[in-house]
């Protein structure tokens, strides 16, 4: 450990922790010496300075909290002591230019991907069954059963019991020594090289509790959603079973994706059940035009395409006190690589965004983008408070354990998951990002709501930091979790794919750690390495009732 804590800008009036400190610890910081007066945990923030109740609370060089008890010098800042607060905002603020990074080193580099109509790229090419409605769960989780393990697509473990083989033998007379002998556990690529459709990465089943009932704003964003992710590059085509009478009707399903991709020549069939002259009928039907599908999926094969084709979604979860140190800078350094490069990054989680608006106001290239994030942002804001609650309930009980012990906190370090790139395009949820750059996504902070949200406006990979841990993942866009400490790396090694502890023990630096991270990305978006969440069938969906969520 090269230091045992680090001030992250020259404003910031409190320090952070790289290792626990013990009261009484001598801190020499700025040509004088400070004692800690408490026991500090790593992640968790030190004040420099005596502060009054109502004083500022700095850190990233914004304010983060408010003293709501006398502060001594060296204190630990706590859930106790402090209160959230943050700066207000508003159109108008100063613009910088951007000074873009050096990209030589991937200016003639290329990722191998899928090629679609419309001159987008996909990472993976996937087959989708979507349920209209939840009365059509059922009917996909049979569709389900029928054709993933059939097809050679059924791997959630390291390997697979082939019984198949087994039976197989056991039919054609083999004695119980021979059965004995037979070789059933297969490795994910063996099942892998074996696939009926070996160009389809595989087949998604977006079930939901939507659909039909509640709010009808909530069934069109739902059909939104759909048309989003079926318009993906990841995506090769779709299956839609609809019921008939559900508030999300298939046209407007149908509307969205001739407003997204007006030249739209996916393979898309949509059933409906009302219609069918059975439930037998309506799956055999479903399954048959799925098979078909596939074999035209099958038809398109990796080839090799600019790194301006990717669009990169960035997230956090599960954050610490080191993920805005370590994990979201490096995350950041990469998407201004990818920006520099002509390609697009797409930023969400509007709740983790909170005190630093002015920032990315400032940032926004356009007037018009600047006044649409402070209308999502202050409605977003409105409606929680009108529901009782608000954006300062955002962090979780793990964040405040592990030093987020405000929304604004958290927020300044998950702002930087964005870089320092201008801001192209701000979007509302469902919409696309179209425009080349840093474009701003409005969603929840909430994981899964969040990624969710990022496949459907177009994000052909994500890039996921996490402090504390988590398997989230995404049904058609490969998530690549990084780690902002060392600790969990080993930890959790089993869903961790990049690690960026080294910053803070001091073994690696920012830049180095972005350079390396757009490798992996490139690799990934190759079909060269699953990341975990992938490899483990975590394929979460959770579309966002815009009712209330963080």
Sequence with gaps: MATKFIQIHPKDNVLAALTDLTAGTIVEHEASSLTLTTDT??????????????????????????????????ETITTENVVHASLAYGVGGAKEDWEAPDVSKWKD?????????????????????????????????VMKSALLTALGYHMTTDFVVDTESLVKKYKDGASAEELINVDIMKTPEEIKQNRTFPNVDGIKFLTHEGGCGGFRLDSETLCNLFAGYITNPNVAGATILSLGCQNAEVRIVEERIKKLDPNFSKPLYILEQQKSKSERHFIEDAVKKTFLGLIEANKVERKPAPLNKLVLGLECGGSDGFSGISANPSLGHASDLLVALGATTVLSEFPELNGVEQELINRCETEEGAKKFTVLMDTYSARAVALGSAFADNPSPGNIKDGLITDAIKSAGAAKKGGTSPVTDVLDYTEPANKKGLNLLCTPGNDVESTTGLAGSGCNVIAFTTGLGTPTGNPITPVIKMSSNDALAKRMKDIIDFNTGGVITGEASIEAKGEELLDYIIEVASGEKAPAAVRLGQEDFIPWKRGLSL
């Design 109 to 141: 580099k290329t990722f191998n991907g899928y090629h679609r109509a419309d001159g987008r790229v996909g990472t993976a090419n996937y087959w989708l069954v979507i349920p209209m409605v939840f009365c059509e769960n059922r009917n996909v989780e």
């Design 41 to 74: 945990q790593a992640k968790h923030k030190f004040t420099t300075i005596d502060l009054q109740v109502g004083d500022d609370i700095i850190m990233y060089g914004t304010l983060v909290g408010k003293a709501t008890k006398p502060i001594a010098k060296g």
